[in-house]
C-alpha cells in the first residue's frame, strides 16, 4: 500500500529538538564581549562549572563537546590500545567513537525492553564469563538513553565486584534521575552535553563530571593542551584543544538556569502525545521505569504497525509530508558497518526498537498549537490506514 497523503502541511517544518533561548544568555555573552574574555578562560566559564557543582555535588570541567569529554572520561579510566570496553549497543555512535580514538574496541551489549538501556542481567552474564577467561574489559559505558536512567544499582553492582570502572554517558539526560539521585555523578565519571539537540544547549559543548578532583584536574590539564607549568611550551603528555569558549559558557550558564523548566517542558510534551493516544491503538510511550525520573528528552513512542496500520518507515514519511521530522529510536551500534566485526552480546531489543520506536517532535519552544498539530497527524495516519485497510 503506498502511504497515503495527509489532509494539512503545516507551514513551517517543525523539528524534533532545536535549540531553545530562555533570554538570560545574552547577558552572559554580552559580559564576555565586554570584558573580552572571548577565549578559553573566563568568569562564565568559572560560573557554569560551580553551578554544576553546586547542582551535582562533584567538581567538573566545561568542554568543546559531550563527545570530547567522553574521550577524555575514558582515557581517565586508563583505556588505551587494545583494550575492550563495553557500550550498550542502542545509543549513538558518539557512546562508542571515543573508545576507538583510544585505539580500544567497543563489546556491545543489548538493552532491556523495560528501560531501553543496558541489560544489568546480560552484564553480569557477560563480567563473570570474562573474569573466568581473565579478560575482563578496562571500562564500561553506560547511557541513560533519551533521558531514562539505566537500572544503575545492578550495574554498578557488578562492575564494583570485578573493578571495572564506569563512565555515564549522560548527554540525554541532564537532570534525569535514579532513584533520587542525579545521575552523571553516581559512577567513576559522568558525561554531559550542550550539543543544540540537547535539552540545553551552549550551541556545542560538554562537560566531564567526577566525584575524582585529581581525575577533573587531569581532564582539565588534558583538554587546554597538557601545557606543562612554566613559560617554555612544556610537554610531558598528549593534550587536546577540547576546553569550552568563555562565550559558549555564557550561553551554557543561562541556560542551566532553566533547566528545571525545560525538563517539566519536555514531560509535559510526552504526557500530552501519551494522553491523546490513549485511545489510539498501536502506539504506546516508551517505558517511564519506576525507579526513576524520566526527562523524556525525546518523546518516543513503539508502533505495533498490524495494530496501528502503518509501520514506522510509512508513519515517518507520511508526518514528513506533513512538514514534522520524526526519527526511528537510534540504530543500533552492533548494525553500523563502521563496528562489523565487534563482538555483540544479545542485540535483538536493540534492533527491534530501532525498527518499531519513533522519536516525535519534542523542542521545548513546540507551541501547544504544533504539538496538536503533530497529534491530529498521527491519528489521521492511523485512521486513513484503517480505510484502505
Ligand atoms: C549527543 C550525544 C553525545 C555527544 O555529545 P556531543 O556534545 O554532541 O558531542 C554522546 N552520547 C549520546 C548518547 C548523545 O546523545
Known amino acids: ?11 513551517k517544518y517543525l523539528y524534533m529538538s532545536v535549540p531553545h533561548m530562555s533570554g538570560r544568555e545574552m547577558p552572559y555573552v554580552q559580559e564576555a564581549f565586554e570584558s573580552n574574555w572571548l577565549s578559553s578562560v573566563g568568569p562564565n ?15 567538573c570541567v566545561a568542554l568543546s563537546s559531550g563527545t570530547a569529554a567522553i574521550h577524555l572520561g575514558l582515557r581517565l579510566l586508563g583505556v588505551g590500545p587494545g583494550d575492550e570496553v563495553v557500550v550498550p549497543t542502542l545509543t549513538f555512535a558518539a557512546s562508542a567513537n571515543p573508545v576507538l580514538y583510544l585505539g580500544g574496541t567497543p563489546v556491545f551489549i543489548d538493552s532491556e525492553p523495560q528501560s531501553w538501556n543496558l541489560d544489568p542481567n ?8 570474562r573474569a573466568s577467561q581473565g579478560r575482563l574489559p578496562k571500562a564500561v559505558v553506560v547511557v541513560h538513553l533519551l533521558g531514562q536512567s539505566a537500572d544503575l544499582d545492578p550495574i554498578l ?9 564506569v563512565l ?30 540537547k535539552i540545553i544547549t551552549s550551541t556545542g559543548g560538554g562537560l566531564l563530571i567526577s566525584k575524582n578532583a585529581a581525575w577533573v584536574e587531569k581532564a582539565r590539564f588534558w583538554s587546554q593542551q597538557a601545557r606543562d607549568p612554566g613559560i617554555n611550551y612544556l610537554h610531558s603528555e598528549m593534550g587536546y584543544n577540547y576546553r569550552m569558549s568563555n562565550v559558549l559558557a555564557g550561553i551554557a550558564r543561562g541556560q542551566l538556569e532553566v533547566l528545571d523548566e525545560r525538563i517539566e517542558q519536555r514531560r509535559a510534551i510526552a504526557f500530552r502525545y501519551r494522553d491523546a493516544f490513549e485511545h489510539i491503538p498501536g502506539i504506546a510511550l516508551m517505558p517511564q521505569a519506576s525507579y526513576g525520573f524520566h526527562i523524556n528528552w ?15 518507515r510509512e508513519l515517518i514519511d507520511f508526518l514528513k509530508q506533513a512538514n514534522v521530522e ?64
Not at 500500500?1 to 507551514?11: I, K, L, N, Q
Not at 566559564?45 to 567538581?59: C, K, M, N, S
Not at 526511528?328 to 534492533?351: D, R, S, Y
Open 45 to 59: 566559564l568559572q560560573a557554569l562549572e560551580a553551578a554544576f557543582q553546586d547542582r551535582f555535588g562533584a567538581p
Open 157 to 165: 553492582e557488578v562492575c564494583n565486584q570485578y573493578e571495572v570502572p
Open 168 to 197: 555515564e554517558d549522560a548527554a540525554e539526560a541532564l537532570g534525569t534521575l535514579y532513584k533520587d539521585k542525579a545521575v552523571g555523578v553516581l559512577g567513576d565519571v559522568g558525561v554531559f552535553s550542550f550539543n543544540g539537540n
Open 122 to 129: 546480560l552484564l553480569k552474564d557477560f563480567l563473570s564469563k
Open 1 to 11: 500500500m503506498p502511504v497515503p497523503e495527509p489532509s494539512e502541511r503545516f507551514p
Open 326 to 389: 520524526t526519527r526511528p529510536v537510534w540504530k543500533p551500534l552492533h548494525t553500523q558497518k563502521l563496528f562489523q566485526g565487534n563482538e555483540c552480546v544479545g542485540g535483538a531489543v536493540a534492533e527491534d526498537l530501532n525498527k518499531r520506536g519513533i522519536c516525535l517532535p519534542s523542542s521545548t519552544s513546540l507551541s501547544p498549537e504544533e504539538q496538536l498539530f503533530i497529534i491530529e497527524r498521527v491519528i489521521e495516519a492511523h485512521e486513513l490506514s484503517q480505510v484502505h485497510a
Open 298 to 312: 525525546l518523546s518516543s513512542f513503539t508502533l505495533e504497525p498490524d495494530v496501528f496500520g502503518m509501520n514506522q
